[in-house]
């Protein structure tokens, strides 16, 4: 620093204000230096992992390695050590279990194919006949390409030929699309292929032209929204028994819409889900332009239970009403951590939290495999979990004040401890889940198509889809085989009058 000696301090006080302006100055320097790092810190974190998300594998599974920019670790808690462990050795080895292929359903139709060594050698050397003892029997799948079918609805006429007159036709069958090529079995496969094996209308119409059938996309769009009109009632039931029951889940992703009213095509348009019913589940998709908190209030009108989410604010309804208690996603703050671990390169704080989360994660995988009861789950959670969220959040709490706060790590631990009460409340009700994932597995699905179809062509298009896409996650939450159950469901649906008719068409309740 340059010193005018003409206007040198006249006394110590002087000179020590300078000092003291000058070691402000550097202070403050300083403070703008540690600012820019962490600023660096976080841009580049946010790059590696945005980075991941495009390149990297999605799955949370390989998670358990460490961290690029995750600050050193601490001393995991010593009672807690042996839970916290990634592996259990067996007699000095890593035990894994090696895949098994499962059976071929004994259903299945067999073709019998005998291979049988020539009779001349069925003659042992002392000159008796071989017995037979046994066999070894091998089993192969064959494909056969799908058959198809005319159905011809023939409707005999009858006159009376001395009065030249009185003639007489039965009536033609309620059909599901009258004046349609479509039987009920063809707009199933159309469903199925679409919004289950995510293949779109355009691809379809490819594969009916290489059979040398005329099926065109528009015929196939027109009958998935008529089909859609029809089974609108199924869906108001299913939300019926979500709003009776008292735990859902909800949660809520993007979709692309085409020519909504008022709105760019670029617009980013949602699919709300919701999960609940107990025992025989129903999950609902509903479409909505906007991801506006109202849109969850306005479905769960009358709801009171324990609602399960992420924490995003639009929920924030359920906190005013009384009869709804928040419960948080354990797997939304676990990810926070899974993230920064995917970019790592050195053990660190993430490592050390997904050991804590594995830990209550194994509890319950030991309740589910042995299908315990809500009572038993509580039991168990306050026996095991309850030390480990302890000591987990002991963790946490020593931890904030010792990392950036802007780095990806400190907002995950802030995360965690801000959401801490409602993350800890499936501890209260064996029936709720520790997470929302039962509920994002159904909405994977919607992920999967939405990358084939890439968007819906209107908002009539967007409200079928989220039609389908509920009925067949229902039959897949209960265990039904959604061509099976759509087969038998549109064959009697225009049969239905009152909401007793329609209940029963329901997957829980139909008979197949």
């Given at each position: 620093m340059e010193i005018n000696i003409k206007n040198l301090p006249k006394?110590?006080?002087?000179?020590?204000?300078?000092?003291?302006?000058?070691?402000?100055?550097?202070?403050k320097h300083k403070q703008e230096i540690i600012s820019h790092k962490e600023r660096y810190i976080r841009l580049l974190e946010e790059f590696k992992l945005e980075k991941s998300r495009i390149y990297g594998a999605s799955s949370e599974k390989n998670i358990y390695q460490s961290d690029l920019f995750d600050e050193a670790g601490i001393d995991l808690v010593g009672e807690l050590k042996d839970q916290l462990?990634?592996?259990i050795d067996v007699d000095g080895y890593q035990r894994k279990k090696h895949p098994v292929r499962k059976p071929i359903p004994k259903d299945m139709p067999r073709e019998v194919v005998v291979y049988d060594i020539p009779e001349h050698e069925k003659i042992c050397g002392c000159g008796a006949h071989l017995v037979r003892i046994g066999e070894a029997i091998s089993e192969q799948i064959k494909y056969i390409p799908a058959k198809l079918s005319v159905v011809q609805h023939v409707r005999p006429k009858y006159a009376c030929k001395p009065c030249q007159e009185n003639v007489k036709i039965a009536p033609m069958p309620s059909l599901l699309l009258p004046k349609s090529l479509a039987t009920p079995e063809l707009v199933a496969y159309t469903i199925v292929a679409k919004y289950c094996d995510h293949i779109p209308l355009y691809r379809q119409q490819n594969i009916w032209d290489r059979l040398g059938i005329d099926m065109p996309r528009s015929s196939l769009c027109g009958w998935l929204l008529k089909v859609s009109e029809l089974c609108?009632?199924?869906?108001?039931?299913?939300?019926?028994?979500?709003?009776?029951?008292?735990?859902?889940?909800?949660?809520?992703?993007?979709v692309q819409v085409l020519d909504e009213i008022g709105r760019s095509n670029k617009s980013k348009s949602y699919i709300w889900c919701y999960r609940g019913g107990g025992t025989k589940p129903c999950i609902v998709y509903e479409y909505q332009e906007t991801r506006g908190g109202y849109h969850a209030e306005n479905f769960l009108g009358g709801f009171k239970g324990y609602l399960q989410s992420d924490a995003y604010s639009g929920y924030n309804f359920a906190d005013k009403d009384d009869g709804i208690v928040r419960v948080g996603c354990m797997a939304h703050a676990r990810r926070k951590f899974a993230d920064i671990i995917k970019i790592s390169k050195t053990n660190g704080l993430a490592h050390e939290a997904i050991k804590f989360?594995?830990?209550?994660?194994?509890?319950?995988?030991?309740?589910?495999?042995?299908?315990?009861s809500p009572s038993y789950r509580v039991a168990l959670?306050?026996?095991?979990?309850?030390?480990?969220?302890?000591?987990?959040?002991?963790?946490?709490?020593s931890n904030l004040t010792k990392i950036p706060v802007q780095s990806k790590i400190g907002e995950a631990i802030r995360y965690t401890l801000s959401n801490w009460e409602l993350l800890n409340i499936y501890l209260r009700d064996g029936r709720i889940e520790i997470d929302n994932n039962l509920l994002e597995n159904a909405i994977r699905p919607f992920a999967v198509g939405r990358k084939n179809w890439l968007f819906h062509g209107s908002p009539a298009g967007a409200k079928a889809g989220a039609t389908f896409y509920s009925l067949i996650e229902t039959c897949k939450a209960n265990n039904i085989e959604p061509y099976k159950y759509l087969c038998a469901m549109l064959n009697r649906i225009r049969e239905c009058v009152t909401d007793d008719d329609y209940q029963k068409l329901l997957p829980q309740f139909i008979q197949i």
């Open positions: 006394s110590a006080e002087e000179l020590a204000k300078i000092i003291l302006l000058q070691q402000q100055e550097i202070e462990e990634d592996t609108e009632p199924l869906v108001k039931l299913f939300r019926e028994h979500i709003i009776v029951y008292d735990y859902a889940q909800a949660d809520e992703t993007a989360f594995k830990a209550v994660y194994k509890i319950e995988k030991e309740a589910r495999e042995a299908n315990a959670r306050d026996e095991k979990a309850k030390p480990i969220l302890t000591a987990f959040k002991t963790w946490l709490d």
